[in-house]
């Protein structure tokens, strides 16, 4: 098998780092099947969402009452923005491993990345005071809060690990364990920035038109 | 970039790095006209009822796709099918498992209601 070949998702550290290359299949495929299954997790309150939405409504205010669309399209292009600047400090990662570059991408990765759940909990606090649309009035509501909240979680914790990845890399340096660590939340940010498409197409979108 | 790394680094690697920059760059571009072409749908009221839905959820579909191929480089051609493979049967069993789903709730719903 050639070490040029392309061996795992994500961007591979073929023809720069042979060692890390052969290093990564095992790990980062593992770590795709563990996306792929919390893919299937989503699936299921997508599910929830798609029946609850339009069975669930209880009485209580319609999607098309409470959602924002300028906010979903903003946390949109904050998300996918926030993605793209994963893509370039892995690219300075594996071409050039300068610190001081990948930590200023990972710096504007992470900032993008709060800003968008800051701007999902102002929604929440938008549609819970004004809208008074808590998670308990309806189906409809506790299933959006589950979806998006998870979502949002799921966002957090990627945050988290990457203010520890920041800390690795000033301290250890681009070891092939920190890479590949790298790597992987790479795989974990891109997949985030799928599943929101799910979220602003079937959630809000599909709200505000039916 | 004005950092261009060690002068021994030979000049092919240069030209995977533009290649693979460009998939990154690509994929923005890209990702930015569905997105935006999906809420002008909504915004300009392009489309209604059922054609509005579909047009959505195929937008959807392509931009995942593109998120796929440029943002997490999996393709056709030059792979190790397993990473693929792998998709095809998660989003068989999604398929499934969502479908089942809003059938049969939907069938709860249709008894209760009744």
Redesign the interface.
């Known amino acids: 098998m050639s070490l040029s070949?392309?061996?795992?998702?994500?961007?591979?550290l073929a023809?720069?780092d042979p060692e890390g290359h052969e290093a990564a299949e095992e790990v980062l495929?593992g770590f795709?099947?563990f996306l792929?299954s919390d893919?299937?997790l989503f699936?299921?309150l997508?599910?929830?969402y798609?029946?609850m939405s339009v069975?669930g409504i209880a009485g209580g205010p319609r999607p098309a009452e409470v959602f924002d669309?300028t906010a979903a399209?903003l946390e949109?292009?904050l998300l996918?923005?926030s993605?793209?600047a994963f893509?370039?400090a892995m690219?300075e990662m594996?071409?050039?491993e300068?610190r001081r570059?990948v930590l200023s991408w990972l710096l504007v990765t992470g900032v993008l990345g709060a800003a968008f759940v800051g701007m999902e909990l102002h929604d929440y606090y938008v549609m819970i005071t004004a809208h008074a649309a808590p998670p308990q009035a309806s189906g409809f509501l506790s299933a959006y809060y589950l979806l998006t909240g998870t979502h949002a979680l799921h966002v957090s914790s990627g945050l988290v690990w990457m203010a520890i990845m920041a800390v690795q890399v000033m301290v250890i340096g681009f070891s092939t364990p920190v890479k590949l660590r790298l790597m992987r939340l790479a795989?974990f940010w891109?997949?985030l920035?799928?599943v929101w498409?799910?979220i602003?197409?079937?959630v809000y979108?599909?709200g505000?038109?039916? | 970039m004005s950092?261009r790394?060690p002068a021994d680094t030979p000049p092919?690697?240069y030209e995977?790095?533009g290649r693979?920059?460009l998939s990154?760059v690509v994929?923005?571009v890209l990702?930015?006209l569905l997105?935006t072409g999906?809420?002008a749908?909504?915004?300009l009221d392009l489309l209604?009822?059922g054609a509005?839905?579909a047009a959505?959820?195929l937008?959807?579909l392509v931009?995942?796709v593109v998120?796929?191929r440029y943002?997490?480089?999996?393709d056709l051609a030059?792979?190790?099918r397993?990473?693929l493979l792998?998709?095809l049967f998660?989003v068989l069993?999604?398929l499934i498992?969502?479908s089942g789903?809003?059938w049969i709730?939907?069938d709860q719903?249709i008894r209760m209601m009744a």
Not at chain 1, 5 to 12: Q, S
Not at chain 2, 71 to 74: A, C, R
């Open positions: 070949e392309r061996l795992h998702p994500g961007l591979n023809g720069t495929f795709w099947i792929m893919l299937v699936a299921v997508f599910a929830t798609a029946a069975q669309l399209f949109t292009m996918l923005l993605s793209f893509g370039f690219l594996k071409y050039r300068n570059r795989l891109h997949m920035d799928v498409i799910g602003f197409t079937f979108l599909f505000v038109v039916s | 950092n790394g092919s690697e995977d790095e693979e920059r990154y994929g923005l990702a930015l997105t999906a809420f749908v909504v915004w209604s009822g509005a839905l959505l959820g937008l959807a931009q995942a998120h796929l943002f997490l480089h999996i030059r792979s190790h397993d990473d792998l998709i998660t069993i999604l498992m969502v789903t809003i709730l939907y719903h």
